[in-house]
Each structure stands twice: as C-alpha cells, then as structure tokens.
C-alpha cells in the first residue's frame, strides 16, 4: 500500500512561481518512477514532468524551460519548481508513483495562475 500526500498548490499571478511536494509513504521500495500529471475541468490528465529514481527526468513540451522536476529518495519525495507561471497551468496538479505495474495517484493540489 502506497499513500501521496502533495502540498504547496495556491494562487498566484502570471510571472510567479510555486514549488509542490509530494510525499510517497508505505511499501514503497526504492526503484520506482514519479512525477506530476495535471488534470483541467472538461480535459484528460496529462502529464507534466516524471524522473525515475536515478534522476532521468522527462517534461512536457509546454513547461520546459519552465518547470523543474527533483526528488529526494531518502525522503520519499519529489518535487516540482514551477517558475514563469501563465494562465494556462491552472488545474489540478497531481503525483504519481509508479512501480512495476501498479500505479498511485494522490488526491491533487489546485495551481491557479492569474492573468
């Protein structure tokens, strides 16, 4: 059993930035995958950034450039700096851990960027 807690979402303004957490507890094992995935009223959950345990990291075109993916193993927890926000990355962002072939997801943090 796996738990995802994410913190850090709120509001801000276009230009601003904000950095997320997420915290992974329960039967975890080392190897693993996370990342973030967003999810906007009405569209699919698509993915933001991922990085695997030994740090390949892998973006979306649309935050490149801009956001920044990291994760502490030792912790359990990964991170996502999102700097230069615009409009367009409102939603709801969530984490995800990925191990073998099972998946977990966390409840989400709302990112609302004003214009």
């Known amino acids: 059993q796996v738990q995802l807690v994410e913190s850090g979402g709120g509001l801000v303004q276009a230009g601003g930035s904000l950095r997320l957490s997420c915290e992974a507890s329960?039967?975890?094992?080392?190897?693993?995958?996370m990342g973030w995935y967003r999810q906007v009223p009405g569209k699919q959950r698509d993915m933001v950034a991922t990085?695997?345990?030994?740090?390949?990291?892998n973006y979306a075109d649309s935050v490149k450039g801009r956001f920044t993916i990291s994760r502490d193993n030792a912790k359990n927890t990964v991170y996502l700096q999102m700097n230069n926000l615009k409009p367009e990355d409102t939603a709801v962002y969530y984490c995800?851990?990925?191990?073998?072939?099972?998946?977990?997801w966390g409840q989400g943090t709302q990112v609302t960027v004003s214009s």
């Open positions: 990085i695997t345990s030994f740090g390949i990291t």
């Open positions: 995800r851990l990925v191990r073998y072939d099972d998946t977990y």
């Open positions: 329960g039967s975890i094992f080392s190897i693993n995958r």
